[in-house]
């Protein structure tokens, strides 16, 4: 409102206005609807060096951190900002770039890392339409990346290794 920060709003349609449901000073960013429509994840650029996964009502609510994680060194703050954390299509889970590979979230609230891949850092993760796979981008420092395809089993599991579909992209 103040245009001092980023924060998380939601535009009401049909009733012409907009609710805000952010308020931390800290920067907030890539909002996703969970399949059921009932929470938001974001991320929040925490604090220096730190940021988080959190998760907020459609509604103005309370604020669930989901977890935490230092900054990747080797990547400029930028390349977080459009980033947003992937929902698997039964809503059963969700992933996001943890401190190494991808950290899947489950509705139970385990956690589980996949994709742990040496020598960069993985990003923008989107689950297929059938929840089978999970494709990312994986970035090699500077704005080189290719993009990889992993197969999950049941469960949320590993169903082998990443397949790199394309390689040498630019960011």
Same mark, same amino acid.
């Given at each position: 409102? @103040?245009?001092?920060?980023?924060?998380?709003?939601?535009?009401?349609?049909?009733?012409?206005? =907009?609710?805000?449901?952010?308020?931390?000073?800290?920067?907030? !960013? +890539?909002?996703? !609807?969970? $399949?059921?429509?009932?929470?938001?994840?974001?991320?929040?650029? !925490?604090? /220096?060096?730190?940021?988080?996964?959190?998760?907020?009502? $459609?509604?103005?609510?309370? /604020?669930?951190?989901?977890?935490?994680?230092?900054?990747?060194?080797?990547? $400029?703050?930028?390349?977080?900002?459009?980033?947003?954390?992937? !929902?698997?299509?039964?809503? /059963?889970? =969700?992933?996001? $770039? +943890?401190?190494? +590979?991808?950290?899947?979230?489950?509705?139970?609230?385990? =956690?589980? =890392?996949?994709?742990?891949?040496?020598?960069?850092?993985?990003?923008?993760?989107?689950?297929?339409?059938? %929840?089978?796979?999970?494709?990312?981008?994986?970035?090699?420092?500077?704005? @080189?990346?290719?993009?990889?395809?992993?197969?999950?089993?049941? %469960?949320?599991?590993?169903? %082998? /290794?990443?397949?790199?579909?394309?390689?040498?992209?630019?960011?």
């Amino acid at each position: 409102e @103040s245009q001092d920060n980023f924060d998380i709003y939601v535009q009401v349609i049909g009733a012409g206005g =907009t609710v805000r449901l952010t308020s931390d000073p800290a920067f907030d !960013w +890539g909002p996703v !609807w969970s $399949p059921d429509g009932r929470e938001i994840p974001f991320y929040r650029y !925490w604090r /220096e060096g730190k940021f988080a996964v959190v998760s907020v009502p $459609p509604l103005p609510g309370r /604020e669930r951190i989901l977890r935490e994680y230092p900054f990747p060194p080797e990547l $400029p703050t930028s390349v977080l900002l459009f980033a947003v954390p992937a !929902w698997s299509p039964d809503g /059963e889970c =969700t992933a996001h $770039p +943890g401190e190494s +590979g991808f950290v899947l979230r489950l509705a139970s609230g385990a =956690t589980r =890392t996949l994709a742990d891949m040496p020598g960069g850092s993985e990003l923008y993760p989107s689950f297929s339409p059938d %929840g089978r796979s999970l494709a990312f981008v994986r970035q090699y420092g500077g704005a @080189s990346t290719d993009l990889f395809l992993l197969p999950l089993a049941p %469960g949320f599991q590993a169903g %082998g /290794e990443p397949k790199r579909l394309a390689s040498g992209m630019r960011f």
